[in-house]
């Protein structure tokens, strides 16, 4: 079994498409026409064959409570692992994407949240693994970090 396409709801996929490929960097994988919307997904440029993020439209009933509880708590509706917290948000920055939360260490990573203009607050994490190698209680599984 492996995980090979995960979801993120969006309120318009046209602009989706354009912030996930032009701004954040991923690449389209996949757009079909689907009635009035599509089957939209974007992969990562360094693994254009691993798992796809599906842009789907929010138009079901359920989104909106779902994603509005998440942003009163702050949660973010996805993450991605960067290789630099502190570079990608200086870069994104640059390109005017909005922050909610800069840069902060949290012990075991460091990561920022901004607004992905489609919804959603989205996190970026650089994590720590000779720090979380250490964490009591830290189980890092087969796959490693």
Known sequence: MRIALTTVF???QEQAQDFYTRVLGFRLRHKV???NDFWLTVVSPEEPEGPELLLEPSGHP???PFRDALAVDG???VQ????DVHAEYDRLRALGVEFTQP???IGTAEMAVFNDTCGNLVQLLTPKP???AKTPGANVGEAGI
Request: glycine share 4%; aromatic share 4%; charged share 25%.
């Open 10 to 12: 969006v309120d318009d």
């Open 62 to 64: 359920a989104v909106q």
């Open 103 to 105: 840069p902060a260490d």
């Open 130 to 132: 000779d720090v979380i």
């Open 75 to 77: 949660i973010p509706s």
């Open 80 to 83: 991605f692992t960067v290789d």
């Open 33 to 35: 026409p689907v009635g």
